[in-house]
């Protein structure tokens, strides 16, 4: 049986995993602690969505690997034939190809009345939400008209010092959970001659079984119901862990809790060394240690090193965190030693220097589309060059990387 090394544990990691273990590896998987997957708040994107004008490209998603690791997180994703289109706390409506589980999605939603009810808590402000969503486009252009509405939802005085994830959690206790949908089917009530189609309610819908608290909580007041999109520090992240665990219990991947260090070819196979000095032998290696934020990449121009007046010497900017044969670049070609000591110039490296594509975006492992790097060895997720550097394409890489790992003779 083919030995599948996964190193991270992201959702590329982890549908890099599940793939492979579907495909018939034996699978192990290195988990470092929580990256950019765990901070994204839900919207479940293909293409940034600012640049996802209506109809997204699916092919991605058909793949058979793909579908299937689709499957295999159906509890946290569903993907839906149309794009979804979510509130944000931010204030704005805004298309995404899906919404995590416990997001509430508008796209179904005919012309009416949105409900969103007020809560005795610091992060939760119903009345200037619904007048920043009232002010946008989309809501004018399918008639939805977003009101905030009284009710208590909130019993203990420490609730409203929690952040909302822990609230999210104990929620998970289901006669908890029975009181705040009361609540809210009671607050709902009062507009009973209205042409009510949705609540937006506060992000507390639980972190266990999301799913299921969205639906019980749609059936008791009678329209769907469901959460915006936050940002970092919301449930979604606890979410994507129990769902991703759950899916990996099931497919008896061995999860080692542990972060790699340097991944080296031993003979045939691959040595991956770990920070504490053990190493891990196997056939393959994913390597889906994520971007800048998941802590795979490094920014480190020669400037950043400790100096008298000058960098002792020009290094590339860019450089993977994991000592590996990999090659980081963009546009197919490694990124240089800069001409500059002080590494790259600021105008072509972020927004709004460089509008377009800029290389923060972009430096990332050199990789084919399946994620070939070299023989036996993959890589996947916002560590890969030149990728969008979204949730969906990152779990669409991992799939079809971890898929052909398996396969590969
Ligand atoms: C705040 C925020 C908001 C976002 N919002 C959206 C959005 O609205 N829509 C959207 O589509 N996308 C969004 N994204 C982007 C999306 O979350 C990422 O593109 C996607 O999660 C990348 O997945 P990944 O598995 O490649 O990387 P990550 O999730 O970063 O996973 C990489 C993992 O590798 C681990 N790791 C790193 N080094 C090692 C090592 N040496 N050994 C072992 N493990 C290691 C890290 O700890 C991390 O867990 C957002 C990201 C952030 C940060």
Redesign the pocket.
Known sequence: MTRVLV????????AAALAASAAGASVTL????????????G???LLP?EDATGSQDDAALADPAVAGVLRELAELVHVTPTPAVLVTQAGILRP?RAAAVGLLDLAPLSAGLVLVPRAEHPGWDAAACARAWNDTALARARGLEFAAIDATLTRLTDERFLAHADLAARYDEPAQFSWLADRIKQAVARYAGSRVVAVVAPPWLGVEHARARATELSHAVGVPCGEP?L??GGPAGLRFERARDRALGRREVVVVA????EVARDGDAWAVTL?GGDALQADRVVL????L????LTYAPSASVLAGELPPRARPSFAS??EAPVAIGTGRRPIGIPGSLFGESPESLAWPFAPFAPLLERAGVLASSSGHVDAGLYA????VADRP??????LAQ?ARAGATAARAT
Do not use: F, M, Q, Y
């Open positions: 190193v991270g544990a992201g959702i590329a990691g982890t290195l988990d470092g602690g929580p990256g950019a997957s765990v901070l994204a708040g919207a479940l994107d969505w995404a999109l940002g970092p542990a972060r790699a260090k920070e889906s240690t994520g971007g934020v998941g802590g795979g965190t994991v996947a997720g916002d560590v550097r979204t949730w969906l394409d990152a991992g």
